[in-house]
């Protein structure tokens, strides 16, 4: 079973320049940073998982265009944190409002903002704890509400800032995007 790879930092940290060099460098792969500034590298996905992440993303898309409140990302979207970490979720929506404070360059890159929402697909090959601890890590810095969809576990874990966390068993409900994506719901069915 391939898993995610953590590389140890280089011998000195990458500025956030050589970091995007980096990534683009070795576009062919999936890269994050985490807040130390070590390099994770995790694997393509698979047709299955690919599908269900493009299925939430298309969703999420169909509900912007309708409320043009924001942008949504993809599992390509890479977002620079509060804590120096660079994260791309499988699926995100970020406000025009928290967009408004960054560049038209800045948005070309990394950039450094928070989305409201965020959501993690998990796949055979994923590690839960590391998923639960992205979670974590995202309402930390800001995000508003998270999902982590554990398709072989079949069930999904809803994160809200300033609640705990909610757990959904099976895959025959619909999620709300609350007050974070007013109107937008999601069927689980998608992720079967």
Request: aromatic residues 10%; glycine residues 8%; contains cysteine.
């Amino acid at each position: 079973m391939q898993q995610e790879e953590v590389l140890d930092s280089p011998a000195r940290y990458m500025t956030e320049e050589e970091f995007f060099r980096y990534c683009r460098e070795n576009d062919g792969l999936r890269i994050e940073r985490d807040k130390n500034g070590n390099i994770e590298i995790m694997p393509p996905t698979g047709l299955h998982t690919g599908s269900r992440n493009s299925q939430l993303t298309t969703e999420l898309t169909f509900w912007n265009r309708v409320h043009e409140k924001g942008e949504v990302g993809d599992s390509s979207t890479g977002y620079t944190l509060s804590n120096g970490a660079v994260r791309s979720p499988d699926a995100s929506w970020i406000s025009h409002e928290r967009l408004a404070s960054t560049t038209q360059d800045d948005r070309e890159r990394f950039v450094h903002a928070v989305p409201e929402f965020v959501a993690e697909i998990r796949s055979k090959s994923d590690r839960p704890k590391t998923i639960r601890e992205k979670m974590l890590e995202y309402l930390e810095c800001g995000v508003l509400l998270g999902w982590y969809i554990d398709v072989p576990g079949r069930f999904t874990e809803i994160y809200r800032v300033g609640g705990g966390v909610e757990i959904v068993e099976g895959f025959d409900k619909v999620l709300s995007g609350e007050k974070v994506l007013p109107g937008f719901e999601f069927d689980l069915k998608w992720m079967v």
